[in-house]
């Protein structure tokens, strides 16, 4: 561990440490100066707390009757929707307006879910291929990364709910690379995401790749959980710690222990339930509901103990055709996503974006509920989340459905419908947003300034 500190006082990046172990910790009244705690002055300029920038993918856009609000502003009703942020809604604006271009045809013919993926973070037309001359852009995640992501363990995290494809056709021609990635570290290097709840879990807590092997083979042979290799370590800090910062850490603790315990028993079940003489949808765990939230749980872990302060997360591809036969719709999302109007076909495809914002209003009340500083977590964030593609029957790509929570330290009011002019950069909001983060830039993507009223 690190040396005691005089007056107790803690850096940001303290660790505990064990037998091939590093564990990050979230912020306590220690690690900040000691004048603000007195003067109970927790914002994000007083007390230096991090913030952080999230991007969460959804697929196939929406049904878009039961998506947009009918009033501008604060005090908006929520549609059908978007009735699972009714806990969170005044942490949550709902964005309309904002458009990428980029990722219509411009005379490349069909491939529009390849192109709304690549597309979604870059600002930039994919170069039409299915070999290994792809071509997209640097994405806003990475452009943040590139600046500030020294500050951090990981410049960023890349998580989704898929299987990364990296290789092989995909769409109308388009590399499977486009349509699995939403994060480019250069135009032509994109950043694959990690869909194991196990890989991210010992990423975020091994101290590289060998020793985290060892570590985990040690911990499996004798039975033992991540935390009893580090908990002579965490004793010794505790005593260190003033009263609330030992309840923060005990916390900490025990999320740490239920997580281990989720993913310990993801994986049980999935090596021993039967299994169907069907395609299952990838990743683990087998359950996707529970997949998703493991995914949530550790991004905010992620964002608690500032293992990264950037993230990306595709629940699914654009194009995905996974059913939900657990909230009753059997027929494949893409599919129904091409509805032509009908009515039954399109009451499935609110389902289904229901059942993706319920999971999403469990994430922003995660970070809601995690205490920093005076305020909470979410406070120090931005998570923009939505879709590539607005209508999924007519593949559109302006007036995409997007939400934007969290303050970002102060600077973003959240709560309200806010209404763009129609065919608005998307990119402007990225620019907006690097500023934020301290990576500003003067263009991005096809940007052409920044959008102020957020």
């Known amino acids: 561990m690190n040396p005691i500190f005089h007056q107790h006082q803690l850096p940001r ?30 914002s994000a300029t007083a007390s230096g707390a991090p913030r952080r920038m999230a991007f969460v993918y959804i697929p196939n856009g929406v049904n878009v009757e039961d998506w947009t609000p009918a009033k501008i502003g604060a005090g908006y009703d929520l549609p059908a929707i978007l009735q699972p942020l009714k806990n969170v809604q005044s942490d949550v604006s709902v ?13 490349d013919g069909p491939g529009d879910h390849a192109r709304a993926n690549a597309t979604f973070l870059t600002g930039c037309q994919a170069f039409k291929t299915s070999g290994a001359n792809i071509r997209a852009g640097v994405s806003v995640d990475q452009i943040a990364a590139a600046r500030i992501g020294r500050l951090t363990r990981f410049p960023s995290l890349e998580l989704s709910c898929d299987k990364a494809r990296s290789v092989g056709g995909c769409d109308s021609g388009y590399s499977c690379a486009y349509q699995y990635n939403v994060a480019w570290k250069t135009e032509n290097t994109p950043m694959p995401p990690t869909a194991d709840p196990r890989q991210v879990f010992e990423r975020l807590f091994g101290a590289n790749d060998k020793q985290a092997v060892e570590s985990r083979a040690r911990r499996n042979r004798y039975n033992k959980s991540i935390l009893d290799f580090v908990m002579e370590d965490a004793r010794s800090l505790k005593g260190n710690l003033g009263a609330t910062d030992q309840h923060k850490l005990d916390e900490y603790l025990s999320a740490v222990r239920e997580m281990e315990i989720q993913i310990e028993q993801a994986e049980k079940f999935a090596a021993t339930q039967p299994k169907p003489d069907i395609v299952k949808p990838a990743g683990v765990p087998d359950d996707y509901g529970q997949h998703l939230r493991l995914m949530y749980d550790l991004l905010a872990l992620a964002f608690q103990t500032d293992s990264t302060r950037i993230a990306t997360f595709m629940t699914a591809h654009d194009g995905s055709n996974r059913p939900y036969p657990f909230i009753g719709v059997t027929e494949g999302h893409h599919d129904l996503s091409h509805h032509q109007n009908n ?27 995690i205490k920093e500083g005076g305020g909470s977590l979410l406070d120090n964030c931005m998570v923009v989340y939505g879709s590539g593609i607005g209508d999924g029957n007519r593949h559109s790509h302006h007036d995409l459905p997007l939400l934007m929570a969290g303050r970002g330290g102060g600077t973003i009011k959240p709560g309200r419908h806010v209404e763009f002019p129609t065919l608005t950069p998307m990119c402007n909001l990225f620019v907006s947003m690097l500023d934020r983060m301290g990576a500003p830039v003067q263009r991005f993507g096809d940007s052409t300034g920044r959008v102020e009223n957020v």
Do not use: C, W
């Open 343 to 369: 009515l039954d076909k399109k009451k499935k495809i609110a389902r289904i974006n229901t059942f993706h914002t319920t999971q999403f209003a469990y994430f922003i009340a995660k970070l809601k509920s």
């Open 13 to 42: 990046r303290t660790f505990l440490r064990g037998l091939g172990i590093t564990m990050a910790l979230p912020m306590f009244e220690a690690m900040l100066p000691a004048a603000s705690v007195a003067a109970g002055s927790f």
């Open 95 to 107: 964005l309309t307006g904002l458009a990428q271009t980029r990722a219509r045809a411009n005379g």
